[in-house]
Each structure stands twice: as C-alpha cells, then as structure tokens.
C-alpha cells in the first residue's frame, strides 16, 4: 500500500473536498516564507533568523479537559478568563518573542472517529488561536502530540492521546502495554494491519497543511516528544530499532503528504524518545525544510553548566550528523522546584546567553504565568513563569 494516497486520490469525510467545505481564510500577512539553507533557518529574503519562540500549552480548551489543579470552563471570547488570548500574544511579542509554539493539539481533536477531520476544532479553536498570533506579527507553530502511553491519559481522559480509529483493529486497549504495542506497530510499515490507520494520519496532517499552506507565518511539528514512555514496556534492542526505523518512515511519508497540498513552510520534528541516548535511534528525516528539535532542561540530574554542554552536544550532532538546523524546541527548569537551587537572573543569562551566542533558535517552554492574569494558582503545570522570571527574561531579550 502506498504511503500517501493523497487527498484528491480519496473518498470519504477525510477527502479533500470534504476539507475544503469550511474553507480558511488567511488574514493578510507579509509574504516570507520561512525555509532551511543548510545549517540555517532562513526568510524569504533568504537572511537567517531566529526563532524565538514560547511554548504555551494552557489555554480554553484544556481547561475544558481537565488539564490543570482548578479547572472550569470557559469561552473562548472571555479574554478576562481563558489562560491565554489576544492580550497574551501581545504581551508575549512586547517581551521579545516572535513566536508562539502551540502546544498540546492531541491528534484526537484534529480527528475524532474514522479518519475524519474534525472541521470544528479549526473554526472554534486553532483558527482563532493562529489569527490571534498573526494580527501581532507572530510566528505560530501547529505542535502536534505524539501517540504513546501517556501516564494519566487512561484514567482521565479515556485514552486522551490516541484517537479511536487508531484502535480499530485492536479491540483490547486495557493497559498501557498493549497501547505501546499498538503504537509500535503503527511505526512499523511491515505491520499491514496498521496501513488504514496510516492513512487516516497522512490525510488528517495533510488537511492541516492545507487549511495554513497560504499563512507564511505558521509551521507544523510533527510529534511532540514521540515515543515517550515507550521504553517503559520494552527494553530491547530489536523493539528500538523497529521504533527508530519506523519513525523516521511515518515522518517522510507524513511531510510528504503535506507537501503535497502546497504546503512549504518548515517542518519540526522532535527527537525519537524511545532511546535515552539523543544519538542513539534518531536517524535523519531526509526532507526540505526540516529543523531537528530536542528538548532540554536544568533537572534534578542536570546542571546549568550540564545543560550548555548538552545543548553544545545536540548542535553537534545537528551540524555533522543531520546536517539540519538546530532548534532547542522546549527549554527551561523541570521540575519547578529547580528554581530555588540556582541564581535565576545567572542561570537565565547563562542560558540565553548561550543559545545567542551559537544562534540557535529556541522555544522556552512557559505558560500563563507569563501573561499576568490573577488565576496563576489554578495552573497545573511546572514550568509556568512568576513575575520575576518575567522582568529576568523580559531584560534579556530586549537587550
């Protein structure tokens, strides 16, 4: 079966006409289209640039899902309420920022049942939050979660990363094992059961292209830390070369598919976290327009100091080894608690300061905190912003 059958080539509600039955209407932006030049991210007058970017990931719909401490629901007009809002991306480019990395867009909102796609998420949702980013002259990245056995997901959110189609030939999903399983075969093009769902996945990442193709300002990430939690239900070599093997295939078919709708903005794709070792397992997805995107943080195992020679050690492996731009796509303390073990203002200047000085593009990873709403306490997350680190990293980037 091919990889890609293309959205013309099919029938159903994954179709392309069926996608073009709500048709986007970009907002006018400037023509430049980011793209890759080697090491380097470049604009359309073909100058490099940075991405500087931060990661949100709170907003009215996980609230909706339960994704936090105290969480109520909103609408999405209450800019008073939601976690983030036009205000937000405002104060966000005031500080420094040119983009705005939308994090946790489960596949299962993108497509519900049967390989659809599921046209009211754009229109109530990703739509506004894009437009809210381009009318401040923001950059947007469309950050896609993986599919993996997420700790937590089973209990509160049936299965939250996965979409039911995913299961159509496994009717037993009970425990995390045989998600993973499930998962493993999915990477697995030898595995013939799993080419429906395949498919279901080119045709739903290629709707997504297509609904932003004519945005200069958006890019797509194709699975935020893939492969996650995998290792906790295999620990073997075989198991970890069938997962690094089938990722780097499913990624080449899956830009295919969007390349194939027009699209030609950048492409984001994670490191496969299968393997502990970043060099280990992450071959190169051999594809225009792709920027390699590892996370890193200072941790209860990893220093400041540790974490520039990690940082230095992932641009290596981008230079040489991939020969692709490098783009720390997630960065910061993890868990919170780090924030009292070290100088903030130091450790902070230690990292920026670094990721300038090699010119690498960055996504800090913060939420609301940020953005000085009075419902700080409500948020579930460990890496949100108090007003200190917003004067520290506010003082940095407009230096």
């Known amino acids: 079966m091919p990889r890609f059958r293309g959205l013309s080539n099919i029938t159903g509600p994954f179709a392309r006409s069926s996608v073009e039955e709500a048709p986007y209407i970009p907002p006018e932006v400037d023509p430049l289209k980011l793209h890759t030049d080697g090491l380097l991210i470049k604009d359309g007058n073909n100058d490099p640039y940075r991405l500087l970017a931060i990661t949100v990931g709170w907003n009215e719909l996980t609230k909706k899902d339960g994704l936090g401490s105290s969480c109520t629901s909103t609408p999405l007009n209450d800019e008073t309420e939601a976690w983030w809002n036009p205000t937000g991306v405002s104060e966000m480019k005031d500080l420094g920022f040119n983009t705005i990395a ?45 599919f993996n056995p997420t700790p937590g997901s089973f209990d509160r959110h049936g299965w939250y990363f996965v979409p039911s189609w995913f299961y159509a030939d496994y009717s037993a999903r009970d425990t995390y094992a045989k998600v993973a399983e499930t998962v493993l075969d999915f990477y697995d093009e030898d595995v013939s059961t799993m080419d429906t769902e395949r498919g279901y996945y080119y045709d739903v990442l290629a709707a997504i292209a297509l609904r932003y193709q004519d945005n200069p300002r958006v890019s797509i990430a194709l699975g935020n830390e893939p492969m996650l939690f995998m290792s906790n239900y295999f620990d073997d070599d075989d198991h970890r070369l069938r997962c690094a093997n089938g990722f780097v295939d499913i990624q080449e078919a899956a830009i295919d598919a969007m390349v194939a709708t027009g699209y030609d903005g950048l492409f984001h794709v994670d490191r496969n976290y299968a393997f502990s070792t970043y060099s280990d397992g992450n071959f190169k997805v051999d594809r225009s327009n792709v920027i390699w995107e590892p996370h890193l943080y200072v941790s209860d195992g990893t220093t400041p100091n540790e974490w520039r020679d990690k940082l230095d050690s992932y641009q290596n492996f981008a230079d040489n080894t991939l020969g692709q731009p490098l783009h720390a796509g997630e960065w910061g303390f993890n868990p919170s608690g780090m924030k009292d073990t070290y100088n903030l203002n130091t450790t902070y200047q230690t990292m920026f300061n670094h990721l300038e000085t090699h010119n690498i593009s960055h996504s800090i990873h913060g939420n609301s905190r940020i953005y000085g709403y009075s419902n700080w306490s409500d948020i579930g997350n460990a890496n949100h912003f108090d007003e200190e680190e917003v004067a520290i990293i506010s003082a940095i980037l407009q230096r």
């Open 102 to 146: 939308l994090q946790l867009l489960t596949f299962s909102r993108f497509s519900q049942s049967n390989g659809d796609v599921n046209m009211g998420f754009f229109t109530s949702y990703l739509d506004p939050w894009v437009n809210w980013n381009t009318a401040e002259g923001m950059r947007t990245v469309v950050k896609i979660q993986r």
